[in-house]
């Protein structure tokens, strides 16, 4: 089922979510519409806070190519349940935008270089390393089970003109 997204200012974004101690049908239930309310709404990556729900569980579905018409496969989403990353390193800067921060993006400073360990829907323990696209989203995806939305990480100069115009934005 898709969905409402959490919207920033909503205070439940700041939520620090909690681990995942039940792989149960509430859980793959909260995955399924997490992918179907991250189609629908053209993400790339999806937390469960985002949908309200504040335990630690994100997924992400990176398109392989930019075409309009790519298709989107459900297998290729990665359902991750309470990361940890084991290893951060390097440095990059990219453009992200946000489901919660509607028609927002700015250049955010990253880790280029990430170890992760995780769990898969069924409990099972996995690792994944990246220093790819993946990697910044899989970041980006994380600070969300922190209660951090990207705006956070822009300089003050650029939140504070952020925080203008959204408020702006809102009021219309
Ligand atoms: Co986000």
Not at 61 to 83: M, R, W
Not at 91 to 114: A, M, T, W
Not at 115 to 143: P, S, T
Request: charged share 35%.
């Amino acid at each position: 089922m898709v969905k409402d997204i959490v919207v920033y200012p909503d205070k439940r974004l700041k939520t620090v979510s909690t681990e995942v101690t039940e792989f149960n049908e509430t859980l793959h239930t909260l995955l399924d519409d997490m992918y179907e309310t991250m189609v629908q709404k053209k993400g790339v990556g999806l937390a469960a806070i985002q949908v309200g729900v504040p335990k630690r569980v994100l997924i992400v579905n990176l398109p392989e190519s930019d075409a309009e018409d790519v298709e989107i496969i459900k297998e290729d989403t990665l359902e991750i349940i309470n990361p940890i990353f084991t290893n951060m390193e390097g440095s990059c800067k990219n453009q992200e935008g946000c489901l919660s921060v509607p028609g927002f993006y700015e250049d955010v400073e990253r880790f280029s270089h990430i170890v992760m360990e995780y769990q898969d829907r069924h409990g099972e323990k996995k690792v994944i390393e990246n220093q790819d696209f993946l990697a910044i989203a899989l970041q980006h995806e994380m600070d969300h089970l922190n209660g951090k939305v990207f705006i956070e990480k822009l300089s003050i100069l650029k939140r504070k003109k952020f925080e203008k115009e959204w408020k702006k934005r809102q009021k219309s």
